[in-house]
């Protein structure tokens, strides 16, 4: 990651590999790995990272994250802001 981040202010991605998992699921016992996968190698790396809800598919949320460098969690909030704004607010109907 360190080597795309000297080119790249940052690196986005989704947040998950599918849209949210259903209660049903929740049975797998890989159900939290299977969600992670994604998210975790930018904890590992100790490097800033950023979720935020993108739309829904199938009726169920989707999201996107930003990685930044190490330190520059402010360019990770610009970004995510950004896009928060163009997107708008993500409101399920429960």
Not at 35 to 64: K, N, Q, Y
Request: proline share 6%; charged share 25%.
């Amino acid at each position: 990651m360190d080597r795309v981040l000297k080119e790249y202010d940052l690196i986005i991605g989704p947040t998950t590999p599918s849209i949210a998992l259903k209660d049903e699921d929740a049975q797998n016992p890989l159900f939290g790995e299977l969600a992670d996968v994604l998210a975790e190698s930018s904890s590992e790396a100790g490097l800033p990272g950023i979720s935020i809800p993108s739309g829904l598919s199938e009726g169920m949320p989707t999201g996107i994250q930003f990685i930044g460098r190490h330190f520059d969690e402010q360019t990770i909030l610009n970004a995510s802001l950004a896009l928060e704004k163009e997107l708008g607010r993500v409101i399920l109907e429960i």
